[in-house]
């Protein structure tokens, strides 16, 4: 079965601290791997991940994907609070249509 | 551009009675999605568009049904709401394929049924 995990599931940190959040995954035909951030409504778009080894950065935040062992990290350096949020992992496998969700970890950031 | 909107933002519903959510979206995007999301969970495909006329079933399509008419609207319809469908349900669309393109979200309906 298809399946994507996140960890931790939730995570407090200080402000100017460091994080990385983990996703690993189980998904037939894998084609891509998306990382969201969900505030307090819909899931934003942070990164798209097809290729191992490449990393994608965006100002304080980047990524990187292994495709031999199956799992992505998301790091964020010097976090702010701002950066309070769950951050979703999604896996496309089969036909492009089929996304699998992780359950997303719960990151607090205190001031 | 709007982008992605819902509608309605919340809703309760009595088990057993029918709605439509709506979700439209004003970039010409071919592709379209609806999503629930579980408290605490990841998002689940419910049904999908690759175009007007064309829908296909996600992983979780039970107690729901799509259509896509136009290209900006794809409303999802429950018939016979149950408990197990309180959730909050989230629209996405994509120029192409999402696996090359960003997707798109709508803001959210929140749905409980009672």
């Known amino acids: 079965e298809d399946k994507v995990v996140q960890s931790p599931l939730s995570l407090v940190v200080h402000e100017g601290d460091t994080v990385t959040l983990n996703c690993s995954y189980e998904?037939?035909?894998?084609?891509?791997l998306l990382w969201y951030k969900q505030e307090k409504k819909a899931p934003t778009f942070l990164f798209m991940l097809t290729s191992s080894g490449i990393e994608k950065k965006s100002g304080r935040l980047s990524s990187i994907l292994d495709k031999k062992e199956l799992f992505s990290i998301l790091n964020i350096t010097a976090t702010q609070t701002g950066d309070s949020a769950i951050y979703l992992c999604a896996v496309e496998g089969t036909g492009g249509f089929k996304t699998i969700f992780g359950a997303g970890t719960r990151l607090f950031v205190k001031a | 551009n709007a982008g992605v909107t819902q509608t309605p933002k919340f809703r309760i519903l009595k088990i057993g009675q029918s709605m439509t959510l709506q979700c439209t979206q004003d970039?010409?995007?071919?592709?379209m999605y609806w999503y629930r999301q579980d408290p605490g969970m990841g998002l689940k495909l419910i049904y999908y568009s690759v175009g007007a006329g064309i829908t296909d079933k996600g992983e979780v399509p039970n107690g729901y049904n799509v259509s896509r008419s136009t290209t900006e609207d794809f409303p999802l319809r429950l018939e016979l709401a149950a408990p197990s469908q309180t959730s909050v349900y989230f629209c996405a669309s994509t120029l192409g394929q999402t696996y090359t393109d960003t997707q798109y979200f709508g803001p959210g309906t929140r749905l409980t049924v009672l």
């Open positions: 970039m010409n995007h071919n592709y």
């Open positions: 998904v037939t035909n894998f084609r891509s």
